[in-house]
């Protein structure tokens, strides 16, 4: 009888022990889930801060005055007025670029305008200022690469500057339009640009259909991730774009110089 006590004992200790240690084991797993999504969580919170950051560098950044002066020299048809227009668009679309980060409907940001890719074109040539100002407003280089570089369909490229345009611009400003419609494409027509990328109402609801099919592929997990760039394509105009890659925004490859989300040539950019 003594034996049988004895043995029971054993095994209600080792129950015991085995409970405790399951007990502990979970525990431990618990607080590893809990630490987890607490770190998942401040990452977020930190990301999101930090393009809230940038996306206020990039709404007050103050152009460089040879810039614009040597802009201005070129396209001796525009006004002062105009050529500030011309920079407010780049500023849309370095913006543009930078939502692109957060969320994207297409490998790449398509640059619809001529007058505003000219302007980027003079910008990187200033290359002190333009690595400054891409440090600070992605994080990295954007890239500008030829359009035949790229391998999202223009279309497609336009229709995810569209997306980005049509987000709510982080802070309290909203996005320069002409009417409805986004300054960075309504901006070749409004300045008569020369052999300029003109966006009418047909063109703009085809890229609203593409942008639709586009986030719909998206939900469904067909979609591509954030970035910029742009290729030629069928039915729209633009002058190439930005593609992702890099961890602060993306890029594809190609000649040029930008960062955080493009790439270019004809238009576009891309971060190292």
């Known amino acids: 009888m003594a034996v049988k006590d004895n043995n029971k004992n054993k095994n209600e200790n080792k129950n015991k022990t085995q409970e405790k240690t399951m007990f502990a084991i979970v525990s431990i797993f ?6 987890f999504a607490s770190l998942f969580w401040l990452s977020r919170h930190l990301q999101g801060q930090q ?8 709404a007050a950044y103050r152009f460089p005055a ?11 048809s525009l006004g002062l007025l105009e050529v500030r227009k011309v920079f407010e668009g780049l500023r849309q679309y370095f913006l543009a670029c930078l939502a692109a980060q957060r969320g994207s409907i297409a490998p790449s940001v398509g640059m619809p305008s001529r007058a505003v890719d000219d302007a980027w074109h003079d910008f990187i040539l200033m290359t ?15 890239h500008h690469a030829p359009e035949g570089v790229m391998a999202t369909p223009m279309r497609d490229a336009l ?19 002409v009417g409805a ?34 986030e719909r592929k998206g939900r469904d997990g067909s979609g591509a991730g954030g970035g910029c760039g742009g290729s030629a394509g069928s039915g729209s105009s633009g002058s190439g774009g930005c593609c992702s890659g890099a961890s602060s925004g993306g890029c594809c ?3 040029g110089g930008g960062g955080g989300g493009g790439c270019g040539g004809g238009g576009g950019c891309g971060s190292d």
């Open 181 to 214: 419609v986004p300054l960075l494409f309504a901006m070749d027509r409004e300045l008569r640009v020369e052999d300029g990328y003109l966006h009418d109402e047909e063109t703009l609801a085809s890229l609203e259909t593409a942008r639709d099919s586009l």
């Open 51 to 58: 393009r809230a950051q940038r996306a206020r560098f990039i």
């Open 253 to 255: 490859g190609g000649g």
């Open 159 to 177: 229709a995810n500057t569209l997306h980005q345009l049509r987000k709510p611009l982080p802070g309290a400003a909203a996005w320069a339009t």
């Open 66 to 76: 040879a810039l614009m002066r040597k802009y201005s020299e070129a396209h001796p």
């Open 30 to 35: 618990a607080v590893l889930i809990v630490l």
């Open 128 to 142: 002190r200022d333009y690595q400054a100002f891409c440090r600070q407003a992605f994080g990295s280089y954007l």
